[in-house]
């Protein structure tokens, strides 16, 4: 098993405005090495802000705010953004020396030895999402960063993702930060799930650790906003 780096991943009075309009509105995050945490929120609450923000990917926004991360981050997207003109296990190891055979070991693991040499659309939408979990391990990041990784697959390719991205993260023990809309995927995997509301983390809970999963699932949908009766 991989061993972390015991480098904590810290947000501290993080401010992300688009204009005039203020999202991420001094946010505070802690997010402990190999633990695995789920923001939930509403449609433009600022998920995405957040996870582009730990990417170093949000040129495009202003604002302020201490952001430490580890070295290694690899960032998923709910599209694989493979390179279409280059085989599977040159989309995987894409930029890096020598690393064909590790390449070969991480497509391997998320179950895909034998495609090394297909081109990415001969693959379907869930084996292409393995791909980038795969271009994405191969870097052994100490953060991984999610957006709605498994937003696009069907419900039982989506359950067979939680399982291998369960089994990955044990193995590998990235710090996991997962975007999601689905308060019961955010459950079923996380650690600890958060919820981003007017651009700070109004709501915590623990899945593993206290209380039923019912009770879990009814104060998050609570923090979204949905009532008894929509849930
Ligand atoms: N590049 C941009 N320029 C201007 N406004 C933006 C930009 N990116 C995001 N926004 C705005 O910032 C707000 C937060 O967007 P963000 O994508 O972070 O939300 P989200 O919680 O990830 O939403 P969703 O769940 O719908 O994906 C939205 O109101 C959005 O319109």
Not at 51 to 68: E, H, K, Q, V, Y
Not at 197 to 219: L, V
């Amino acid at each position: 098993m991989a061993t972390d780096t015991g480098e904590l991943i810290r947000v501290s009075g993080l401010t992300r405005r688009y204009g005039t309009r203020t999202v991420l509105d001094g946010l505070d995050l802690e997010i402990a090495p190999g633990e695995f945490v789920a923001l939930l929120g509403r449609s433009g609450s600022g998920k995405s802000t957040l996870l582009r923000a730990l990417a170093g990917l949000d040129d495009d926004a202003s604002g302020d705010g201490a952001i430490t991360v580890p070295a290694q981050v690899s960032v998923i997207f709910q599209d694989a953004r493979l390179l279409p003109w280059q085989r599977v296990l040159d989309n995987v190891v894409l930029g890096m020396d020598g690393a064909e055979e590790k390449g070969r070991r991480s497509l391997a693991e998320v179950g895909l030895a034998g495609r090394e040499r297909a081109w990415p659309n001969e693959l379907s939408g869930g084996e292409q999402q393995r791909v980038a979990l795969a271009r994405s391990l191969v870097r052994e990041p100490r953060l991984l960063l999610a957006d709605e990784p498994f937003g696009a697959l069907d419900a039982l390719t989506r359950i067979k993702m939680h399982g291998l991205l369960r089994r990955l993260v044990e193995q590998h023990r990235p710090a996991v930060l997962l975007v999601t809309h689905d308060v019961d995927e955010a459950i079923a995997l996380a650690d600890r799930v958060l919820v981003l509301e007017n651009g700070k983390i109004t709501a915590e809970q623990r899945p593993g650790e206290t209380g039923s999963t019912a009770k879990i699932r009814a104060e998050l949908l609570r923090a979204l906003g949905v009532t008894g009766e929509e849930s």
